[in-house]
């Protein structure tokens, strides 16, 4: 796991489009709220391909992609159950829902991505974070969601308006964990997604890169 390629892509995705990741983001949480948690599969999964697309295929995103998930409504309604599931963990003793959580980390990527019902994408998701290292896996959601949270928050104690920071918190770690997944799940080295490099060169020696033979198995199996 390259902890670093993988901050590092994420933090030149928003850089090249600021506007549709920050304010996307932004826009994306609100309808959430607002649905009372029914959108967060369709809205999330709109979200995060377009990190993924952007990473893999060098797809520019658009507003219009955050509501590409709102087509796919019955597939991907199922992930707020996934939430509740993860909560009511959080509730009841909190270690349950830790577990869960990082268990479950790619189980939307899955289900958005490779169109894999919700059982599937969750048994897949907690046996790739077993094999990956679960210790790992909760070390990376910690510093790519919880750490920068946590930052921002002491620093608005002291200057207020930095409260706002909170916005670039979803888009890093969306970004961050499209690049894992794609990492774990299609094998690309995370430094190969750098943007500006193209992911699915072929060799002289005319075998696939690891990038290119990812996207064939996705290919392959989606069809």
Request: proline share 4%; net charge negative; with cysteine.
């Amino acid at each position: 796991m390259n902890i670093q390629a993988h901050l590092e892509n994420a933090y030149q995705m928003i850089k090249k489009e600021p506007v549709i990741f920050i304010f996307g983001g932004l826009l994306v949480q609100i309808m959430i709220a607002a649905s009372f948690g029914l959108l967060s599969g369709p809205m999330l999964g709109g979200y995060i391909l377009m990190f993924v697309y952007y990473l893999r295929d060098r797809k520019e995103p658009t507003f219009n992609d955050l509501f590409a998930g709102l087509q796919r409504f019955g597939e991907l309604f199922a992930y707020f159950f996934v939430g509740v599931l993860i909560f009511i963990g959080f509730f009841l003793l909190i270690i349950p829902g830790v577990i869960l959580a990082v268990w479950w980390v790619y189980s939307l990527f899955l289900m958005a991505d490779r169109k894999m019902p919700v059982g599937r994408a969750l048994g897949e998701s907690r046996d790739k974070v077993t094999a990956g290292g679960f210790i790992m896996h909760l070390v990376f959601i910690f510093m790519v969601g919880v750490a920068p949270a946590i930052i921002i928050n002491m620093a608005a104690a002291i200057i207020p308006f930095l409260a706002l920071l909170h916005v670039l918190v979803m888009p890093f770690q969306c970004g961050c964990l499209a690049s894992l997944y794609l990492e774990q799940f299609e094998g690309i080295d995370p430094v190969s997604l750098k943007l500006g490099e193209e992911v699915s060169a072929i060799p002289e020696s005319g075998e696939e890169t690891s990038a290119s033979a990812g996207k064939q198995s996705v290919d392959e199996e989606l069809s």
